[in-house]
């Protein structure tokens, strides 16, 4: 037996686990013991509080009210984060330009910016002018805090009385923050936008700051803005001259600067004075004996002409002037535009005699149109129907489905990997990730080529394409390339075009196939001068060369199948007279919300778009109708007495005109919209010679000479086209 060695310490060790183990018990039981004790102080305490019967159902109420609260407040955050990111930047840049418009002929067109008379301030304006402002647009200005809820529960009393909008709830700063950041697009996003940012508003500035801005930025008809410089146009006097009347008038332009404009519709213009009168009134601002002397004679206003100005273009157009230039030290400039004002008074024409003749049939009642000539130069924009109704740009700011008009990508990105247009594909039912697309008529054609394909406008293809061989990473870049600006997403739909897209992007990108494969570069500004006749910018000499977007075989396939689809395709309705070769793509969206015509000559490409603000479906309107004959009707106009230009890779020559035979007795067609008569102009031979004097002005030096009448200057100089530019007063011109 081994004895125990001295130096044994294993008892010790029991010693200390059984220590730690009863530490460890004792304290966990302490702890327990403490923490209900402490709960029992707790709960003896809060019965002090506890309250029974009717406080009980108060507390009830308040304990809810505050989680509700709670939840409420965080989405009054989210809801507004989107609201103040409009904010972001200088948003009062608009006032450090001051610019004068000029179309691609150096005539004048329109002004943006600063306003041209001087910004008066509101205690030098006069009283019976700003009381006539507010008793019209808000007569709690001063009382609310940039949403007046009395008065917007007064309208919808009034509105539901009448059976209809009679009296609208909006501020005056409500009104004001529409103008500053977002546009007339009537939707709930834009609506909670306004709200947030007139609170933001009245955060931020004074109320007269608010006033004064809400008098300088609103569109008051006749391509003026604010009411120093409507003041000026419609009387011919400074805006702290007006009378009674005179600021009655003015009042009353702000709800519909179209319909009341006293240039085009006098008689409306002396009513809609005669109501702001009333409810100066009414409002308790002036009495009857102090308004009467206005309403027995209203206001006159200077004899003009009708007015016209490309205000669509004009707002787009400037948004451009400010991004280039921005680093200029001058920003009082003189801009010339791309802009052809017989094109855009066409354009304007077309679009509107479409929706008048076809517009309650189709259920339709807006539409947008781009014209971009060949190189680039934007010649025509219409970005909706009534610009004095709703300055919402629809050709530039809107986004909409493009539909069947954006296959072209999918195809182009097919002929860039080495497919033609006798490529031989198979129509039949496909399902990609639990999605399955079906033809237009829920048949399937079997093995057919691509050349069929996009002029029947069958849908599984693309869709196959892009699954099996393309990838829709490829087509959204292939798209990016060729000018399309807006994000496209890039899901398993995308090939059929459910990514939204602008008109401006349509036509941009199109161009592509006219311009031979390169970039179309399209651009609004040719050139900017100071008022000492400096030109600041050029482009054609500041802008880097158009790249090459697609290579020329597969340029040349695009356009071979692209002439055939107004031929044998969709857009037979697209086809120009005297045998010009057009081609192009109809869209129609899901739904039939929206209708596509993008089409192109050897000179022009158009994009046509028509729907409807609100997204209601139209009555079955497809690209190949409405849209299709529009662009025909403009572009039979745009392609009179000109040099027509062939498209690259179509080598079939260009008919000369021709006189069709008079058929007895034949039907004109119904769907046709009347033709536009271009007015006889220059003769081919007579252009190139104007054309080579202005080159050989634009090689001289600048000649400069102030003119003494307006201030202005005279710069000789070709810029586009051999024209001669010139910066005349009003005056002056015939």
């Known amino acids: 037996m081994r004895e125990p060695r001295k130096d044994d310490n294993r008892p010790k060790k029991r010693h200390i686990f059984l220590r730690i183990d009863s530490w460890i018990d004792s304290t966990v039981w302490n702890a327990g013991f403490k923490l209900s004790q402490w709960w029992e102080d707790a709960t003896i305490f809060f019965r002090r509080f506890r309250v029974t019967g009717w406080k009980k159902a108060v507390f009830e109420v308040l304990g809810e009210g505050m989680t509700w609260g709670t939840a409420a407040a965080v989405l009054m955050l989210a809801l507004a984060l989107p609201a103040f990111e409009e904010t972001k930047g200088n948003w009062r840049a608009q006032s450090d330009f001051a610019v004068t418009f000029l179309d691609r002929y150096g005539n004048e067109i329109g002004h943006r910016g600063i306003i041209h008379e001087d910004s008066v301030p509101i205690d030098e304006l006069p009283d019976h002018l700003i009381k006539a402002v507010l008793a019209t647009e808000d007569r709690r200005f001063f009382d609310h805090y940039g949403i007046d809820f009395l008065g917007l529960a007064r309208a919808m009393t009034e509105n539901a009385r009448a059976g209809g909008v009679v009296q609208g709830g909006s501020t005056l700063t409500q009104q004001l923050a529409k103008n500053l950041f977002l546009s007339n697009e009537r939707t709930i996003e834009r609506k909670i936008k306004e709200a947030f940012l007139a609170v933001w508003l009245e955060s931020n500035l004074s109320k007269k700051e608010i006033l004064r801005l809400y008098l300088d930025r609103a569109y008051m008809g006749g391509g003026t803005f604010g009411a120093a410089a409507a003041a000026q146009f419609y009387f011919g006097k400074a805006i702290t001259d007006v009378n009674l009347a005179e600021s009655a008038m003015l009042a009353g332009l702000f709800k519909a600067p179209a319909r009341y404009a006293p240039h085009v519709n006098l008689p409306a213009a002396r009513g809609r004075a005669n109501e702001v009168l009333t409810n100066l009134v009414q409002g308790g601002l002036m009495t009857e004996g102090q308004v009467i002397a206005a309403r027995l004679n209203p206001a006159t206003v200077i004899d003009r002409a009708q007015v016209k100005a490309p205000d669509f273009f004009l707002d787009w157009a400037f948004d451009e002037v400010q991004r280039i230039a921005r680093p200029f030290a001058q920003h009082s400039l003189i801009v010339r535009t791309t802009i052809d004002m017989g094109l855009q008074n066409a354009a304007e024409d077309s679009v509107e005699s479409s929706l008048r003749q076809y517009g309650e049939s189709f259920h339709v009642k807006q539409g947008a149109l781009v014209m971009v000539e060949n190189g680039g130069p934007v010649r025509a924009m219409v970005g909706g129907r009534d610009y004095g109704e709703s300055q919402f740009n629809r050709a530039t700011r809107a986004l909409r489905q493009p539909g069947s008009s954006f296959k072209v990508y999918t195809y182009a990105a097919a002929m860039e990997k080495g497919m033609t247009p006798e490529t031989v594909v198979v129509d039949a039912p496909i399902t990609w990730r639990g999605w399955s697309p079906q033809n237009y008529g829920r048949s399937y054609a079997g093995r057919i080529t ?239 010679l104007l054309r080579s004097v202005g080159e050989t002005f634009e090689q001289a030096p600048a000649l400069k000479a102030p003119d003494k009448n307006g201030g202005k200057v005279a710069v000789l100089g070709a810029a586009d086209a051999g024209s001669s530019q010139q910066v005349l007063p009003n005056a002056a011109r015939n």
Not at 455 to 480: H, M, Y
């Open 450 to 688: 691509i050349l069929t394909a996009i002029a029947k406008s069958i849908n599984t293809i693309p869709v196959r394409l892009a699954k099996d061989k393309l990838g829709t990473e490829l087509i959204a870049q292939t798209a990016k390339n060729m000018g399309i600006e807006t994000p496209l997403r890039t899901d398993k739909t995308m090939p059929l075009g459910t990514s939204e897209v602008t008109v401006l992007d349509q036509a941009t990108a199109y161009a592509v196939f006219p311009a031979g494969g390169v970039q179309s570069r399209r651009h609004g500004i040719s050139q900017i001068l100071n008022y000492d006749g400096d030109i600041l910018y050029d482009f054609s000499r500041d802008e880097p060369p158009a790249k090459r977007i697609l290579s020329e075989q597969a340029n040349a396939s695009m356009n071979s199948m692209l002439t055939q689809i107004p031929v044998i395709g969709t857009a037979r309705k697209a086809a120009l007279d005297h045998g010009i070769v057009t081609g192009g793509k109809t869209g129609t969206t899901q739904a039939y919300r929206d209708a596509w015509f993008v089409g192109f000559t050897g000179d022009y490409t158009t994009a046509v778009w028509f729907g409807n603000d609100d997204y209601t479906s139209t009555d079955n309107m497809t690209g190949g109708s409405l849209p299709a004959m529009t662009f025909k009707r403009l572009m039979d106009y745009a392609e009179q007495g000109i040099e027509h230009r062939q498209i690259p890779g179509i080598t079939n020559p260009v008919p000369a005109p021709s006189k069709q035979p008079q058929v007895a007795n034949a039907k004109p067609d119904e769907n046709a919209l009347p033709p536009l008569v271009r007015p006889r102009s220059l003769s081919a031979d007579v252009t190139r």
